[in-house]
């Protein structure tokens, strides 16, 4: 059995368990990510052998798979984001079953993880696109969650996919020609031109971004933030591979240019609609724009060294996602999905922790010094300084209306009570936000424990 | 019932602009209509045309693979809205044949758009070269992208949103086909056809059951 057939194998029947448990949403989660949490661990001890050994079965590792004119194989380079997406399902399923949240999602996480993959592990590579637009269909579905709702968020998700998908289909055939850059150069800079923007659509360039707000403010808070995350993951590997893959780009555009832009306008542009937020839903769904572009912005001034730290940002954001998102979720089971600030009364009096979680997780997710977020943070901000001073200035801006958007809600969240029924937050909640916090704390007072996993996922991700 | 090789000829004897020129009319159609049965069947008007016109890129099994994949994506949507529909009118007490003709600040912004399409390609010829694409065909496929984003435009209902999504690979499948046409690309467009329509279907369900006045007795 090859390794992308054991991990398929393996989250489908996670995805079974779950499902079968959905009744009993606390085993449902626990189950779905006890056994992602093992896959994570299995996968990062794999020996660099041939083989290796699973539930006493041999696992061929280099063994590749032809499927529709595709070839599939799990690469080193493919390992790296698999396995950060087990570990944020693991997380992200486990706070949300804590947390009571639609029973549809533990079931899924699994799947979603399947899905991308087959999307990561797909080859030739300007193709496997079919594979991610199967992705945002289960990402849609999840986005819907188990219940009627408005499906704003879910169709949404659709659009970046298959908008892309027509221009690197056009680019793979002119580059598969090998006669054309010398016959139509017009055709072949064409070509280019149809890769960079097929590129610039996945990364969700303003105004392209409206999927990522629309899951914050119509899906629930953990499904928008873990949707969202495993996007960027996926996509930035996927980008990454194509720059190996297709070097001449940088002759058309820089990427080390054109990232940082694209990464500062999406800060600025959810800076200020947080700063003009009426609802929590939607200050949330701008935060997570707001991370969205930072991790690119850390990618894009770095370069190169750029990986490692986003490496590292993609595997401390799940904690300050989550807390957020404990926060906003607790917060949203008395007042409602995406409620409005004027109906806000009395949380912080009633709900304190979980106000704390919103408006703390909000902070570290923006840089703010107690979070884990922080080193990582300040150094982006740092290069930004040396390299790109229009840059930094304009990413300072947006830090500043992002800072000043969560205190507004702040504000609202400290209004006296009005409704003196008005439930006090569980003990389970308030549990589940506080140890996040002492997490959190944790990986901001040692911040190098986390550099060995980054290191070696960038040995993995260098092996292209 | 005609015989394949009797309905391709014919085929032979329709020009393209009468197909381009009522496929136009049909994909606006599409748009502005806010009864989903006229709507849906206007999409099945354009899968069909298109089929046709597919017809002068590749050979007709293939060809008409548009009609296989756009009927089933029709039969998936049509399922999806009527149930929502029926439950919807069953519980108003509106019978089943009425038309829902809704003259409504949205309808008519619809209808403003789509008229404004209209008249820009009308006026303008917006034309993209694609290569080795004739130009008519090029022309006609430049109409169904912008036709396919301006649909996106237009709100955020389920089947709009598939109309638009349908029409921009309708339009790829035109600049994609006329490049290659081998049994692994024209599979993987009607592949991403069905995987949309399975999509939108579940989401004319789970968007349309809000509207039910009584969801528990549905």
Known sequence: MSLLVFLLLALFVLSLAAGLLRRAPLSSGVVAAAGMSWLAWWLWRLPTEETASALGRVIFLDQTHALLGFTFQLTPAARAPVLLMLGWGAIFVLVAALLRVERSFAPAIPLLVAAFTLFLAAQPLLYAPFWLILAAVLMGVIAQGNQPRPARAALRTLLAPILAFPFLLFAAWVFSQSAIAAEDPQLWSSAWRALLVGMLILTSTVPLHGWIVALGEAASPFAGAFLVGAWQIAIYAFLRSLLFAYPTITEFIDPGVWLPWIAVVQMLWAGAFMFGSQRLGQLWGYLLLWTFGAAFLAWGLTGELGSEAIFWLFMVSPIALTLAAAGLQSIAHRFGENPAYSALHGVSERLPLSALGFIGGGLFLLGWPLGALFPMRLATYQVAAYRAGNIFLWAMLALTLGVLGLIRAARHLATPVRDVTLQRESRRAAWTIGLLLLAGGLILLNPGLLNDVAEQMLVWFNML | ?218
């Open chain 2, 1 to 218: 019932m005609p015989t394949l090789d009797q309905f391709l000829t014919l085929t032979q004897r329709l020009n393209n602009p009468a197909l381009i020129a009522s496929s136009v009319l049909l994909v606006a159609a599409m748009l502005v209509f806010s009864d989903w049965r006229w709507a849906l069947f206007a999409f099945a008007g354009v899968k069909v045309l298109a089929g046709v016109l597919f017809l002068q890129l590749m050979p007709p099994e293939w060809a008409l693979q548009q009609w296989v994949a756009g009927g089933l994506v029709g039969i998936m949507w049509f399922l999806a809205a009527r149930r929502v529909d029926v439950v919807r009118r069953r519980q108003l007490g509106v019978p089943w044949w009425k038309p829902e003709w809704r003259l409504n600040p949205s309808s008519l912004m619809r209808l403003a758009f789509t008229l404004l399409l209209l008249v820009l390609v009308y006026t303008v010829r917006p034309y993209i070269p694609f290569p080795k694409l004739p130009a008519d065909l090029a022309r006609y496929a430049t109409f169904l992208a912008l036709a396919g984003l301006v649909a996106l435009g237009l709100g955020d209902r389920p089947m709009r949103w598939g109309f638009g999504l349908s029409l921009w690979l309708l339009a790829a499948s035109f600049s994609i086909h006329a490049l290659q046409t081998n049994v692994d690309t024209v599979g993987m467009m009607a592949g991403v056809e069905l995987i949309l329509g399975f999509a939108i279907s579940y989401f004319i369900v789970v968007d349309g059951a809000r509207f039910w006045p009584r969801p528990e007795d549905a």
